[in-house]
């Protein structure tokens, strides 16, 4: 029995196990909105911008750790997910878009609500289709998925024609996905990763500072049993905030710009940087010329392109941070011993001076204004018990946030 090209697509997100869609209809996937408001296995989530239907997958994909799914029309649909996919991109979040497209016969011809899809969002996603076969679009969307989830996360783009949508064609899904050029590297070179637990074991002032690759991976357990194992800071990104917990004796809490000061002191006056899943963003490194002077870097990143691309790194290891830490640990519990506590006590003692003499304050004054930062903190307080998800705006309130609610580990990523 054959399908259409919109029956095709609602059983594709069957086998992806996809159980939610953020979308907002239009005229040239009015065939898909049927065939999906005649079933009851995918929920569509109706926004009222398409921009807020990507950011929602975003956060969807965030907070559950598949990717997150949303459904687009032609022309101003399309343009208005623009941003959505580029934050996704920026943030490496594992994205699918489907975006409707104007009948292949009348591509390229300036139709109503056309826009070239594929050249719009590719500066923003890691890779994207444009299906032109109703008997192609299987295979395709089992690729988007594998692209999206797989190796550095991101967002992919199908884009579907109105005519593909309407097709038939025979039902078949592939089991798995070989893409030529495309191989991500989980297992880390095993000699750069002993390298690695060699100058750990000599550091001084060793910093961990850690992204949102942790959070992505789910080594939230790995992170904590190497900075417990080693008696390591941790400093955190934005990103990487709750992959360690915030109230940990370890943590420095956020570093750069807007973190706090022992968390930037530290990074600044270490002696090895070990980079997890991080990317070296300007907020972070400020200078360049100028950024840990003092320091021996290792960097773990599944993103290859992403390692020496802002800083010069010592220790590049390539690799899933999940993998890379569990081989770093193993090699480490066989190693670590009572000395390196003893060898970095100055350095403890240096950072616990920096938290006393330069802490996160505010002043609230008894019958005044609530401060922002109090609100924070006593939602904080009030919430903690609960596994909260935490969602913000960009601005200052997000840097409220940032400091002053300390974020339990996500140990399932």
Known sequence: MKLTGAEIF???????????????????????????????????????????????????????????????????????????????????????????????????NDAFQEADNVGLSRPCTKYNFLVKDVNDLASTIKE????ATTGRPGPVLVDIPKDVSMAK????????????????????NKWQIKQAAEAIMKAKKPILYVGGGVVFSAASQELIELAEMTQIPVDMTLMGLGVFPGEHPLSMGMLGMH??????????????????????????????????PYAKI????????????????????????????RELNQILRATVNGEQKELRKPWWDQIREWQQAHPLTYHQEKDGPIKPQQVVKRLYELTKDRDPIVSTDVGQHQMWAAQYFKLASRIGG
């Open 10 to 108: 609602i059983e594709c997100l069957k086998r992806e196990g996809v159980k939610t869609v953020f979308a907002l209809p239009g005229g040239v996937v009015l065939k898909i909105f049927d065939t999906l408001h005649q079933q009851k296995d995918v929920e569509v989530i109706l926004t009222r911008h398409e921009q807020g239907a990507g950011h929602m997958a975003e956060g969807y994909a965030k907070a559950t750790g598949k990717a997150g799914v949303c459904l687009v029309t032609s022309g101003p649909g399309m343009t208005n997910v623009i941003t959505a996919l580029a934050d996704a991109y920026m943030d490496s979040v594992p994205l699918v878009c489907f975006s409707g497209q104007v009948p292949t016969n009348l591509i390229g």
């Open 144 to 147: 988007a998925f594998y692209i």
């Open 169 to 188: 064609a025979e039902f078949t899904y592939p089991n798995s996905v070989s893409i030529r050029g495309y191989n991500p590297t989980y297992d880390g």
């Open 259 to 292: 973190g706090t000061y022992q968390a930037n002191m530290a990074m600044h006056y270490s002696d090895l940087v070990i980079a997890i899943g991080a990317r070296f963003d300007d907020r972070v490194t400020g200078k360049v010329s100028e950024f840990c």
């Open 298 to 325: 290792i960097h773990v990143d599944i993103d290859p392109t992403s390692i020496r691309k802002n800083i010069h790194v010592d220790i590049p290891i390539v690799g899933d941070c999940k993998t890379v830490l």
